[in-house]
Nanobody, 124 residues
């Protein structure tokens, strides 16, 4: 079974940057898509960014466009989320996920495997 482990979260001041990493292991398919989601206290899990298996197609939530960048390294079986110009509203637990198909989808239900999450806290 595929396993995912996030890292790189922490406490940062508004305007700062963080880079999240998600390492995968187990059997994976080169045609899979990967994504990042986040969940703040009292709120539902929401889409942040997604990337196709080739990296040629990406999708971002409107709230993070221009600030966050998703990328992947298939040779390392890893996906990354570079977060710049962070805002207090970005505070949440961030999760990486992988789906069995290739598309960069936005719905959590389309993803098959999830990491444990990493906390990102942005202070004002």
């Amino acid at each position: 079974q595929v396993q995912l482990v996030e890292s790189g979260g922490g406490l940062v001041q508004a305007g700062g940057s963080l880079r999240l990493s998600c390492a995968t292991s187990g059997r994976t398919f080169s045609s899979n898509g990967m994504g990042w989601f986040r969940q703040a206290p009292g709120k539902e899990r929401e889409f942040v960014a997604a990337i196709s298996w080739s990296g040629g197609s990406t999708s971002y939530a409107d709230s993070v466009k221009g600030r966050f960048t998703i990328s992947r390294d298939n040779a390392k079986n890893a996906v990354y989320l570079q977060m710049n110009s962070l805002k207090p509203e970005d505070t949440a637990v961030y999760y990486c996920a992988v789906r069995k198909s290739f598309g960069a989808t936005r719905m959590p239900s389309t993803y098959d495997y999830w990491g444990q999450g990493t906390q990102v806290t942005v202070s004002s």
